[in-house]
Structure formats: structure tokens, C-alpha cells
């Protein structure tokens, strides 16, 4: 669950940044530029955003590849690093789209759910580990 939520945001990301950095003539386009909060750079949101998606994708799909050759010890830390690192993406989601939550919640808010409930999975599964 957690791996189809990673690859679902940064799926919609790259398309997004993709349409984002296309050159077309400035003139005939009205710029908006919408801050997260007063006192916060919303660059720092984005990288941070592409940081924690990339890093959950990578402990997702290594707790995947790892499932079966994990000690009970090995796998609580990826699935605790899981979880963390989805927990605080979806904080960083919640707190870029801050009012546009009721506009573009359908489009970026299920995927870091997903990766959560991917990360409690995890944590439950690793506990139930005997080796």
C-alpha cells in the first residue's frame, strides 16, 4: 500500500513539474504565486515534499525486496522509517495545501494516507516476525 502511494504522488509530481518548466511565452500567461504560510519558503515544502517521497518510496519497495530474509529487529527499523517518513509527508502535504485542501485534497491527499496505513502495516507485520 505504502509503495502505491509513493509511486501514485511521485507519478503526479513529475507530471506536474514536467507541465511546470515547459517554456512558453510569459505574456499571455498571469502568474499567482500562493505561499503555504507567511513565514515559510515554499521551495523548502517542495524539496522537502521530493525528499520524503523519495526516501518512503525506497524503504517501501526495500521492505518489499526484504520481506522474507528480515530479522524481527531489521524489519521494525525499515517499517518504523516507513511510517516516520510517510507521517511527516503527509504533514508537509497538509501543510502546503493548507486551504487548497478543499480544492486539490482528491488529488494529493490519499496518496501519503496510503503510504501511513502502508507504514502501520508494516510496523504490524514486523512484530508478528519470530525470527
Given at each position: 500500500?505504502?509503495?502505491?502511494?509513493?509511486?501514485?504522488?511521485?507519478?503526479?509530481?513529475?507530471?506536474?513539474?514536467?507541465?511546470?518548466?515547459?517554456?512558453?511565452?510569459?505574456?499571455?500567461?498571469?502568474?499567482?504565486?500562493?505561499?503555504?504560510?507567511?513565514?515559510t519558503d515554499?521551495?523548502?515544502?517542495?524539496?522537502?515534499?521530493?525528499?520524503?517521497?523519495?526516501?518512503?518510496?525506497?524503504?517501501?519497495?526495500?521492505?518489499?525486496?526484504?520481506?522474507?530474509?528480515?530479522?524481527?529487529?531489521?524489519?521494525?527499523?525499515?517499517?518504523?522509517?516507513?511510517?516516520?517518513?510517510?507521517?511527516?509527508?503527509?504533514?508537509?502535504?497538509?501543510?502546503?495545501?493548507?486551504?487548497?485542501?478543499?480544492?486539490?485534497?482528491?488529488?494529493?491527499?490519499?496518496?501519503?494516507?496510503?503510504?501511513?496505513?502502508?507504514?502501520?502495516?508494516?510496523?504490524s507485520a514486523?512484530?508478528?516476525?519470530?525470527?
Amino acid at each position: 500500500m505504502g509503495a502505491i502511494g509513493s509511486a501514485a504522488l511521485s507519478l503526479i509530481l513529475i507530471v506536474w513539474c514536467s507541465d511546470a518548466f515547459k517554456s512558453s511565452d510569459s505574456s499571455d500567461k498571469v502568474s499567482i504565486s500562493l505561499h503555504p504560510a507567511e513565514l515559510t519558503d515554499p521551495g523548502l515544502f517542495t524539496i522537502l515534499g521530493v525528499g520524503l517521497i523519495v526516501v518512503s518510496l525506497a524503504l517501501f519497495i526495500a521492505g518489499i525486496v526484504l520481506a522474507n530474509k528480515a530479522t524481527r529487529k531489521q524489519a521494525m527499523a525499515l517499517s518504523v522509517a516507513a511510517l516516520a517518513t510517510s507521517a511527516m509527508l503527509l504533514i508537509v502535504v497538509v501543510l502546503v495545501l493548507n486551504v487548497m485542501a478543499i480544492c486539490l485534497g482528491w488529488l494529493f491527499g490519499w496518496e501519503p494516507i496510503l503510504m501511513v496505513v502502508g507504514g502501520i502495516l508494516m510496523v504490524s507485520a514486523a512484530l508478528k516476525l519470530d525470527r
